[in-house]
């Protein structure tokens, strides 16, 4: 027999999901400080009902979370029986949902590659991958290198930071307003949109706010198009329209500002906290990439997203799952299936952080380089540095998709500056790309790519953690550490050949 949460059938004695004949699960809900503080905790009895569970996105939003690991790839692999494109949503459509409940900007239907199936999807995801692939690893690490340093220096010299709001959280901004030719002040309005929309306050204004920004941009890349992302998607032949050009762009900058962050500070928090990753030097491999496997099999930035919906009924995993009721992956609990039972994660690129199937994230490889060059460049400058509070009592934002820190404070003997190089503000402007770039953006010619590796090393390839000795700032000799020295000095000295 199988069990359906919402249609009355009740589930046999000693099921989980008995509830005293009631015929419905309690669902256990996704939100709110419990489950913020130990998502684990709740994962671990959502798997006694097996691979999938009934579960609470937010007050009114049922859904059935797939926890285990082959469920989840069955899932992200069978678009014939499980569909992205959120129209069939129907809790949503009958009204039985609000739309102004804080989780449906994160779940309902935009024109974009992340919500659509089959021939829509290949044709909205072309212009993204043939994009991304303009762009240079070489200038992109470049740029990040420099864009740390512009922030690292303002913080540098006080001896504490608080390394989410002051560096995770910009890095990625500046790194977007260059690939995208975007103006600062419609990026700052753009995070500050997804921002919302990803804490699920105030959803629907910040909803609103993405969309006007993406729509002015939009316009300016229409009047003067550059060597960056934007313009490219605007110029590929497959001409979208501008709806769907704000939906792109929306999916892109979801993707590359709130989990880029997630990923940088959850992996200087595992850093700074677990001395396996400090500690160790032998065995080939670098820490940063260590601590990168770890956090994107434990704690992956999106822990629980690639929302889909069956096609039509059927049994999965012994439950009978509806048509058009959301089927949540939850990365963080695949990852942890105890059925996969290997704690050698270092190396193993295994995991699902960046989903699987037709959706797998396009831009994977560059965002591991961003947040590598992050941590590396970060622990470079700042050898020294140390958490300004227990692991423990760090606290972690509620919401049922992300996995993120509310703050990562730290401290650390104060720093000299370093001599950095001013960051272009857009990369489409005249000062930055030549005249005679007026060029077709699509006939190949990556002039973002040339223009950005002319300011930063060409002679070396690029690699997904290896700082590049010629692009590290040197580390200036520091004031004596406060308490026990961490082990971060040595391994700078390790990382340059010192």
């Known amino acids: 027999m199988t069990f359906s949460p919402d249609t009355g059938a009740v589930p046999p004695p000693g099921c989980p999901a008995h509830t005293g004949g009631t015929g419905h699960a309690a669902r256990e809900p996704l939100y709110g400080p419990e489950f913020a503080a130990d998502p684990h905790a709740v994962y671990a009895r959502l798997r006694q009902y097996g691979p999938t569970a009934p579960v609470e996105l937010a007050p009114g939003v049922h859904a059935t979370l797939v926890t285990g690991y082959q469920a989840a790839l069955e899932v992200l692999r069978s678009p014939e029986k499980f569909a992205k494109d959120a129209r069939r949503w129907k809790a949503l459509a009958d009204g039985r949902v609000a739309p102004d409940n804080p989780v449906v900007p994160m779940m309902h239907y935009r024109p974009n590659c992340l919500f659509n199936d089959g021939e829509t999807h290949a044709r909205l995801r072309q212009p993204v991958t043939d994009s991304l692939d303009r762009v240079d690893p070489n200038a992109l690490r470049g740029y990040v290198e420099r864009s740390a340093d512009t922030l690292i220096d303002r913080f540098a010299p006080t001896g504490e930071a608080d390394l989410l709001g002051d560096y995770a959280k910009v890095l990625p901004l500046q790194v977007f307003q260059q690939l995208f030719g975007c103006p600062p002040a419609l ?3 753009l995070v500050k949109g997804m921002s919302g929309i990803f804490d699920g306050v105030d959803a629907e204004r910040a909803n609103a706010l993405l969309t006007e920004t993406c729509i002015e941009l939009i316009s300016l890349k229409r009047r003067q198009p550059g ?9 590929h032949p497959v001409r979208l329209t501008d709806e769907e050009m704000i939906h792109q762009l929306v999916v892109l900058m979801g993707a590359g500002t709130e989990p880029q962050q997630n990923l940088i500070t959850n992996a200087l928090r595992l850093l700074l906290s677990d001395d396996r990753f400090a500690g160790d030097l032998s065995g080939g491999s670098l820490p940063v990439d260590d601590a990168l496997d770890e956090v994107l099999w434990l704690d992956p930035p999106m822990a629980n997203y690639a929302i889909h919906y069956p096609v039509h009924d059927l049994d ?5 799952l509806l048509e058009g009721e959301p089927v949540v992956i939850s990365l963080a609990a ?8 290997s704690d ?12 699987a199937g037709p959706h797998t994230c396009p831009s994977k490889d ?6 590598a060059v992050a941590v590396e460049k970060l622990l470079d400058r700042i050898p020294d540095i140390e958490l300004a509070v227990p692991a423990d009592q760090l606290t972690w934002r509620p919401g049922p998709f992300a996995r993120a820190l509310a703050a990562l404070p730290v401290r650390f003997p104060p720093v000299p500056l370093t001599v950095t190089t001013p960051l272009p503000t857009q990369v489409s402007a005249p000062e930055a790309v030549p005249a005679r770039d007026h060029i077709d953006p699509t006939s190949g010619d990556s002039r973002w790519n040339a223009s950005q590796a002319s300011q930063a090393p060409s002679s070396q390839a690029p690699s997904s953690s290896t700082p590049q000795g010629a692009t590290s700032t040197p580390r200036q000799p520091g004031s004596a550490p406060r308490g026990p020295r961490r082990l971060w000095s040595s391994l700078a000295a390790w990382w340059h050949g010192r």
């Open 316 to 320: 999965f995993g012994g439950v009978r």
């Open 187 to 189: 990026g700052e309005r």
């Open 334 to 341: 695949a990852n942890n299936d105890p059925a996969l039972v």
């Open 344 to 355: 050698h994660r270092a190396g193993n690129r295994a995991h699902l952080a960046w989903s």
């Open 227 to 235: 060597a960056d992302i934007t313009s490219w998607m605007l110029a």
């Open 366 to 371: 560059a965002a591991r380089l961003i947040a």
